[in-house]
């Protein structure tokens, strides 16, 4: 006979975000928030994500073969950030057999608008910004983008409402988000269920290292 398979509690998710120096990381249980705790770590989050996940998960007596799926950021933002959030998924994912999800920043940030239209974006720095464009279902109505703020707000239909976490930061009118994306990417998480070796990074923009290659 087969080993006895133990039922696993309500459904879960872990959600994390690790892509810019301001993290967080989220429980979700039948699509209720049990926790979500920011991480600063300005160095970077590879020695400290799993310390925090580890605690957040003792605190509410979760192990991680409870948990039915495991979702991450995968950007536009670091990419040594990016990196570790997809990196950390896909190896408990398929550690515990479950389905992973990588689900866009400007995407979770759209998840806090109220309009019929939502165009998220993020500082990346350089002078342009990361930025998308969603219905209220949270369908791409664009491609993501990264330009300069008003090069990217000329392309926006009439009445797009603005999202971004640092409105301060901008000259634009917009909607302050929270800095804690995790409870967002576990809400998108399961329409974006994958095998874990299909995940892949949201750069939006390559990297140095590339541009200087094909610059060659």
Known sequence: MGAVQVPRPG???VALDTTSEHGSIALVEDGVLVEEI?????????HV???????????????????HGFAAASGPGSFTGVRVGLSAVKGLAEVTGVKAAAISNLQAIAVFGTGPVRAPFC???RNEI????YDAELNPLAPEMVAPLETWVATLPPGAELL????EAFPVASRPVPRALASAIAQLAPRRWRDPAEL??????????ELKWTDR
Do not use: K
């Open 11 to 13: 459904h879960r998710i």
């Open 38 to 46: 920011e991480i600063h770590s300005p160095d970077g989050f590879g």
């Open 49 to 67: 994500l799993f310390v925090e996940l580890n605690a957040l998960m003792n605190r509410h007596g979760w192990a991680y073969d409870s948990v």
């Open 123 to 125: 500082d990346a720095r």
């Open 130 to 133: 990361y930025g998308g464009l």
């Open 164 to 167: 971004t976490m640092h409105p």
């Open 200 to 209: 892949d990074a949201n750069y939006v923009r390559r990297s140095d290292a």
